[in-house]
């Protein structure tokens, strides 16, 4: 569970709806018209430039931005150290019953036990991550879409509010309140954009970076182990794959 997601979003939302409380009633911001040129405007539209499947997929990956658990690469590094030197000494098919928290490593140790190829393995599982770059990328490519045109549906929106105002101007009494559902459409528009789809695809583009670089870690791991790697050096291996900044200031190479 990602609670910095949640908690921002929560505050966003809560601070948007106590100014609107606090100078009025919330129904002055609810307008049927205006809900659906922007929210079906924006889904529509986007729905034009990627297939049905990818539109669909968009809303699983954003799942990750709220949900997501954060591997500890020394939790990873610690775990491959203790299976390399299982392996070393038992030989690969005495992890066949071990205990492997994460489901790529273990999908890459099991891989190793079932007796293929080195080659196959990193073939495979260089697949694998490639794949939930892909998936997360069109995730990313949706809400930035959604973030660019939100906006743009809530002007037509306006647009359409003013025309509509301008053509009852012989009503004097009708001119506030059609100006002020002309509007909302703006406001939808920027709330939708600025409060949660631009907000996501940064959060999605975080939440890439760190599983690929995890993935790309176990997936050097699994070959260490594969071929036999002493454990010690193959430790020393994975701690390249960590930053400086996260680097333990016992462990400094």
């Known amino acids: 569970m990602d609670f910095a997601s949640i908690a921002g979003f929560i505050l966003g939302v809560s601070i948007i709806m106590w100014a609107i409380l606090s100078g009025g009633s919330l129904t002055l911001f609810v307008d ?42 020394w939790v990873i590094i610690a775990d491959v150290v203790r299976l390399a030197d ?18 790529f490593l273990k999908k890459g140790i099991d891989l190793c036990v079932d007796g293929h190829g080195q080659d196959f393995v990193r ?19 949706m809400w930035k ?12 929106g306006t647009l359409v509010g003013l025309v509509q105002m301008l053509a009852n101007m012989g009503d004097p009494s009708s001119i506030g309140p059609s100006m002020a559902v002309a509007l909302i459409t703006t406001f939808y528009g920027a709330v939708i954009s600025n409060c949660f789809a631009l907000p996501m695809v940064d959060k999605l583009a975080m939440v890439l ?21 002493n454990p010690k050096m193959l430790e020393v291996l994975l701690m390249s794959y960590i930053s400086d900044k996260k680097r333990r200031p016992s462990e400094s190479l």
């Not at 299982?86 to 690969?92: D, E, L, T, V, Y």
């Not at 073939?123 to 490519?141: A, D, W």
């Not at 670089?213 to 070959?223: D, G, K, T």
């Open 32 to 73: 049927a018209p205006s809900i659906a040129i922007v929210f079906g405007g924006t889904f529509g539209v986007s729905l034009m430039r990627i297939s049905l499947t990818d539109f669909f997929l968009s809303f699983a990956v954003v799942a990750k931005a709220f949900i997501n658990k954060r591997e500890d690469p």
């Open 86 to 103: 299982i392996a070393r000494k038992n030989g690969i098919l005495a992890l066949e019953n071990q205990d492997i928290s994460d489901s």
């Open 123 to 141: 073939k495979l599982m260089t697949q694998e991550i490639n794949q939930m770059v892909v998936s997360n990328e069109i995730g990313q490519n």
């Open 145 to 156: 879409g959604v973030g660019d045109m939100a906006p743009a549906m809530g002007m037509i």
């Open 209 to 229: 970076k760190h599983e690929k670089a995890n993935r790309e870690l176990i997936l050097e791991a699994v070959s260490g182990i594969h071929e036999g790697m």
